[in-house]
């Protein structure tokens, strides 16, 4: 599991180029590039260019610590979400200009989910370190909050309830909450907020967790929508019923998920390799098919699977250009944008789909 303390020991490892970054965000991406040969990233049918230099801005005015995730909003506008809490939100058109700045109160923000309710767009943000989660408009006027669940006896104060992600039912707009962070207990709300159920929690059992780091409501099948979660120390995906019961397994080996991302029959998902031996390169991005096999991964080897069992994937060597993503979103146009964090702060990377 990759904890805020995790988090603070690896900065502090890095911070001589994390300080020097800081002035001159996104050189790194820029110089990493100039010794990069590749030319297109992906494999099979998802294939990808960088587009150098996109959605960076002037540091001074609007800066970024940590790239957490990013989402597209009705308007096709691109909604990022920063633990930099000069502007923990910044909302950018696709061609990388900036749109809107807004939010301060958000130090530790970490997932963003988007939902959509009778024609109205509403925000998710967790915070791993006001320990809540909070429901916005688009334009960053709070509408309520989530606490800590009480109702689960395991929990004893609100610090043990570290939120990473939310995913929102359409159909009836309850709110599954992630604690990836804490207690591996994901938390199932009605749309108002109010408490409905718990299931997971940490462990080795298929039922249980150790880093559900994110949470996707799957309708790929729209007779039977699932919960998809990740089980990131695990190297894993886990399907689960709506309320909460164990279904299966997606193995991903050598692959640490962050959270899965649908766009029409495919997931996305930003993968974080964790040796310290590939810092400051680490990372990639996987694409699964309507089957969850993984067909193309980004910055990362081919897919290989013998005797149906996919092969543990490694960073591709030949591409620099990947610094921690920790999200992918997916515009209209099947590009990709990639957040990352602890990557000197940097701005979200643009992949064009060739």
Not at 40 to 61: F, I, M, P, Q
Not at 122 to 129: A, E, K, N, Q
Request: proline share 5%.
């Amino acid at each position: 599991m990759i904890d805020n303390n995790s988090r603070r020991n690896f900065f502090k490892k890095a911070g001589t180029a994390l300080v020097a970054s800081s002035v001159f965000p996104n050189i790194w991406i820029k110089n990493i590039m100039a010794q990069t040969n590749v030319t297109t990233l992906g494999h099979n049918s998802h294939r990808y260019r960088v587009v150098e230099g996109w959605g960076v801005l002037d540091a001074g005015k609007n800066p970024v610590n940590d790239c957490h995730e990013m989402v597209e909003d009705a308007q096709g506008r691109l909604v990022l979400l920063t633990n930099e809490t000069k502007n923990n939100v910044l909302i950018y058109d696709k061609s990388g200009k900036l749109l809107e700045a807004w939010g301060t109160s958000y130090p530790g923000a970490h997932g963003l989910t988007l939902s959509n309710e009778g024609g109205q767009q509403y925000l998710f943000i967790t915070d791993t370190d006001r320990n809540q989660v909070i429901k916005t408009d688009l334009k960053g006027k709070e509408i309520f909050k989530i606490d800590y669940p009480k109702e689960n006896k395991s929990y004893n104060h609100s610090g043990e309830f570290k939120p990473t992600e939310t995913t929102v039912n359409p159909n009836n707009g309850d709110i599954y909450v992630a604690d990836g962070y804490g207690m591996n207990f994901v938390t199932q709300y009605n749309q108002k907020g109010e408490y409905i159920r718990h299931f997971g929690g940490k462990g080795t059992a298929n039922e249980t967790f150790d880093c559900c780091h994110g949470v996707l409501f799957d309708n790929r099948d729209s007779k039977n929508p699932t919960l998809l979660i990740t089980d990131r120390s695990h190297m894993s995906l886990k399907r689960f019923t709506l309320d909460g019961k164990y279904l299966s397994t997606i193995p991903v080996p050598g692959s640490f998920i962050c959270r899965p991302v649908l766009k029409g029959k495919n997931l996305y998902a930003a993968v974080y390799r964790s040796t310290s031996q590939e810092y400051p390169n680490s990372g990639y991005i996987t694409i699964f098919d309507e089957k969850d096999r993984v067909i193309s991964t980004p910055g990362g080897t081919e897919p290989k699977y013998v005797k149906n069992v996919l092969q543990e994937q490694q960073k591709d060597r030949s591409f620099l250009g990947f610094m921690h993503p920790h999200d992918v979103c997916v515009d209209s146009d099947e590009n990709l944008y990639v957040p990352q964090w602890a990557s000197k702060k940097t701005y979200p990377v643009k992949l064009e789909r060739v």
